[in-house]
T-cell receptor, first 112, second 111 residues
Framework: DAKTTQPPSMDCAEGRAANLPCNHS???????VYWYRQIHSQGPQYIIH???NNETNEMASLIITEDRKSSTLILPHATLRDTAVYYC?????????????FGKGTHLIIQP | NAGVTQTPKFQVLKTGQSMTLQCAQD?????MYWYRQDPGMGLRLIYY???????DKGEVPNGYNVSRLNKREFSLRLESAAPSQTSVYFC??????????FGAGTRLSVL
């Protein structure tokens, strides 16, 4: 799986949009981009994934650049409960059931 | 809505003791996983099972054994615990496609 690079920490004001960047410059054509988050040592929680198109669900939006070398996770109206470590992961799907490769992620702190 | 259930939630062991961490999922998933997470780090894969009856090593398998008892259950065994195995252990399951669902974790201390 390709390596990802994320800033170690970010702050965001409550109610504002939180934009979390991720670089994955060595991503392969058949690798998806996934985002998970981990709230205070709980088990990680899936947020969203995409291949090359932008995606949106009830939790977040995922913007992938045209060259697919970077992406941004957007939490549109951050709340205090969004304070967590956010992990950006790239992975091939359908080539087996191997696990996820987690880096250190971005610790997002939502300020009141 | 149980999802992935891990037992126990906490455990303290002495060096050399053995124990088994239990994991069960009720989502009829084929794939199951064991990860460990050390302080300030991301999760690392210990073992995984793509389907009932199969298991494979992940990134950090040394010192552990696993059993895929049936489709629902995937256990992790420490035969002779060492202080280096002090960690938080997470079990996960997946339909083998996009999403992994994680349990709440087992916090293990080895003295």
């Amino acid at each position: 799986d390709a390596k990802t690079t994320q800033p170690p920490s970010m702050d965001c004001a409550e109610g504002r949009a939180a934009n979390l960047p991720c670089n994955h410059s060595t991503i392969s054509g058949n690798e998806y981009v996934y985002w998970y988050r981990q709230i205070h040592s709980q088990g990680p929680q899936y947020i969203i994934h995409g291949l090359k198109n932008n995606e949106t669900n009830e939790m977040a939006s995922l913007i992938i650049t045209e060259d697919r070398k970077s992406s941004t996770l957007i939490l549109p109206h951050a709340t205090l409960r969004d304070t967590a470590v956010y992990y950006c992961i790239v992975r091939v799907v359908g080539g087996g059931a191997d696990g996820l490769t987690f880096g250190k992620g971005t610790h997002l702190i939502i300020q009141p | 809505n149980a999802g992935v259930t891990q037992t126990p939630k906490f455990q303290v062991l002495k060096t050399g003791q053995s124990m088994t961490l239990q994991c069960a999922q009720d989502m009829n998933h084929n794939s199951m996983y064991w990860y460990r997470q050390d302080p300030g780090m991301g999760l690392r894969l210990i073992y995984y099972s793509a389907s009932e009856g199969t298991t494979d090593k992940g990134e950090v398998p040394n010192g552990y054994n696993v059993s895929r008892l049936n489709k629902r259950e995937f256990s992790l065994r420490l035969e002779s615990a060492a202080p280096s195995q002090t960690s938080v252990y997470f079990c996960a399951s997946s339909d083998g496609q996009h999403i992994q669902y994680f349990g709440a974790g087992t916090r293990l201390s080895v003295l």
